[in-house]
T-cell receptor
Framework: DTEVTQTPKHLVMGMTNKKSLKCEQHMGHRAMYWYKQKAKKPPELMFVYSYEKLSINESVPSRFSPECPNSSLLNLHLHALQPEDSALYLC??????????????FGPGTRLTVT | DQQVKQNSPSLSVQEGRISILNCDYTNSMFDYFLWYKKYPAEGPTFLISISSIKDKNEDGRFTVFLNKSAKHLSLHIVPSQPGDSAVYFCAALRKTGANNLFFGTGTRLTVIP
C-alpha cells in the first residue's frame, strides 16, 4: 500500500469559516508534510511532522494550524482564511524525516476555494 | 532563489517517439534527484530517482541521466504514450538542512496520438 489519502477532495469556505483538511497514510512513514500548490507552480512546503512532532514551519500564517494526532494521521485546521489562500493543498509522507534521502509520496490533494 | 530549474515550460511529442525532459540545478551538494509526474487536480506521483553517485537509472520506459559536471539531469521516455501527458517536476534532495527537498517549476508534456 503506497497510498496517501486526503479528504475532502474539494472544499469551498467563506472567510469566517473554520474547516479541517485530513490526510492519512498506512505505510509506516515517520514523516508527514503539508504543501500548498498554486496553478503552474511547484509545491511549496508549509509544515513537516517528524515522528509526530512539528519539526518545520515554513513561516506559515497562524490561520493554518497543523495537527498530528498519531503516526498515520495529519490534519490542517483552517480559520479566517483569505481568498489568496485558495490553492491545492497536498499532503505527503516519507519513510524518514528530512534531511533523510527518502522520496516523498503525495496524496491527491484538496482543492480549496476561499470566497 | 530557484535551485532547481526546468527551463522548458512545455513540450509536445508524437506518440511512439522519445520525450526528453531537462532539469538544471545550481547546488552541487544535492545527493539525490527525483522526477514526479502530476495530472491535473491530482498530487504528484513519484516516478523515478537517481543517486548523485550514479549517471543513469532505468525503469521500463523511463530513464534518468545525470551529468554532475554540467549540473544537469534529464528524463527520457521511450516510447512516449498519450497517457504520459502530464506535468513533470524535477526535484532534488540533500542530506543536510531542515527543508531538504527542492522542486523545479515543472514541464508540461503533451503526447500527440
Amino acid at each position: 500500500d503506497t497510498e496517501v489519502t486526503q479528504t475532502p477532495k474539494h472544499l469551498v469556505m467563506g472567510m469566517t469559516n473554520k474547516k479541517s483538511l485530513k490526510c492519512e497514510q498506512h505505510m509506516g512513514h515517520r514523516a508527514m508534510y503539508w504543501y500548498k500548490q498554486k496553478a503552474k507552480k511547484p509545491p511549496e512546503l508549509m509544515f513537516v511532522y517528524s515522528y509526530e512532532k512539528l519539526s518545520i514551519n515554513e513561516s506559515v500564517p497562524s490561520r493554518f494550524s497543523p495537527e498530528c494526532p498519531n503516526s498515520s494521521l495529519l490534519n490542517l485546521h483552517l480559520h479566517a482564511l483569505q481568498p489568496e489562500d485558495s490553492a491545492l493543498y497536498l499532503c505527503a509522507s516519507s519513510q524518514g524525516p528530512p534531511p533523510s534521502l527518502y522520496e516523498q509520496y503525495f496524496g491527491p490533494g484538496t482543492r480549496l476555494t476561499v470566497t | 532563489d530557484q535551485q532547481v530549474k526546468q527551463n522548458s515550460p512545455s513540450l509536445s511529442v508524437q506518440e511512439g517517439r522519445i520525450s526528453i525532459l531537462n532539469c538544471d540545478y545550481t547546488n552541487s551538494m544535492f545527493d539525490y534527484f527525483l522526477w514526479y509526474k502530476k495530472y491535473p487536480a491530482e498530487g504528484p506521483t513519484f516516478l523515478i530517482s537517481i543517486s548523485s553517485i550514479k549517471d543513469k537509472n532505468e525503469d521500463g520506459r523511463f530513464t534518468v541521466f545525470l551529468n554532475k559536471s554540467a549540473k544537469h539531469l534529464s528524463l527520457h521516455i521511450v516510447p512516449s504514450q498519450p497517457g504520459d501527458s502530464a506535468v513533470y517536476f524535477c526535484a532534488a534532495l540533500r542530506k543536510t538542512g531542515a527543508n531538504n527537498l527542492f522542486f523545479g517549476t515543472g514541464t508540461r508534456l503533451t503526447v500527440i496520438p
